[in-house]
């Protein structure tokens, strides 16, 4: 039996430019499980787009109007392809106010605006991360026959990197990217972050040892003592730390691990170092040794998480350990 049109027309469009995959998938995926619409693409409408926010919305994949909006582009982007392709015509044909469509769904559907914290939950991070291992998981350099793939492929690598550092040694950006070879000790197990030695796990450890390997032997050259880690992996182009927002950007559309907030002009990866910080707050860290990690001022730590009425977890066994290791306390 031949494959139905929508999802050979999805892998086509798929081939070509992966970036929207993760919601072109769910609308196809739910034309063809759900409402069998696979193999009629004429009798395909807006009612089914809307459909799919509502079916994706109650199993708790589309809960805001940031990643309702997403899932909107993404079939945009796909329609505009099948129309290049005079396969079908453009369902949003017709459309008054694309604005007003967008008001009209997030307002039936109860989408809420996404709020936020400048940080996220332990949650969230461990997806991020999780999204990020499955990517070059599932995908090898050799297996990209486009330029453009094989750029993206060599993003991801670095922000992989950049933000498993961050959440191990959540410090500024800037600090990060500023890191060198030398930095690191002979074999990838500690790395020096403002002034602090940092142990490195060994899933970090791997992937920042095979990217270094991978490099240089597609650039045919070694890394030097001197040289900054994101610097050589980006070689021979110029990198630039603002360039780090594009990757975080361009990843959350393909895979949309965690919610974003689309009004944005970028996707702030500030956001890593925060819940970081926060994750260790909440853990009981001494507010003394976050400034000391990560540059920022205990004033601003304060400033950001104490006072936001954060719930401490453990609180009371933290305290009880804490008083235990005053030197006092085995003479009372």
Known sequence: MSEKLLITWKQEYLDRDDTYS????KFVDYLDIVVDKANEPKNISRQDIEGSIEHY???GLIKTRSSMENHLEAIKDFYKYLVSKHYTDDIFNNLASYQDYKDMIALKYNLPEYQ???FREVGDMIRLVEQLD???ESITYGNHKGINEKKRYIKFMILRIFIKLTLVAPAKKSVVCAIK?????DDFRSVLINSVNIRIPNGLRRDIKEAIIFISKERNKEMLEDEVLFEFLYSPKKFRVEYLNEFFS???KRTEAIDIDTDSSSFQLEVIMNSALYCMV?????PALLSIISGVKISRLEEKFYDNGIVIDFAESLINDEISKTQYFNYI
């Open 22 to 25: 993760n919601h072109v998938t």
């Open 57 to 59: 919305n109650s199993k």
């Open 116 to 118: 936020s914290r400048g």
């Open 134 to 136: 499955l990517y070059f």
């Open 181 to 185: 070879r030398s930095d690191f000790n």
């Open 250 to 252: 361009l990843f959350l």
């Open 282 to 286: 909440k853990n009981g860290a001494n």
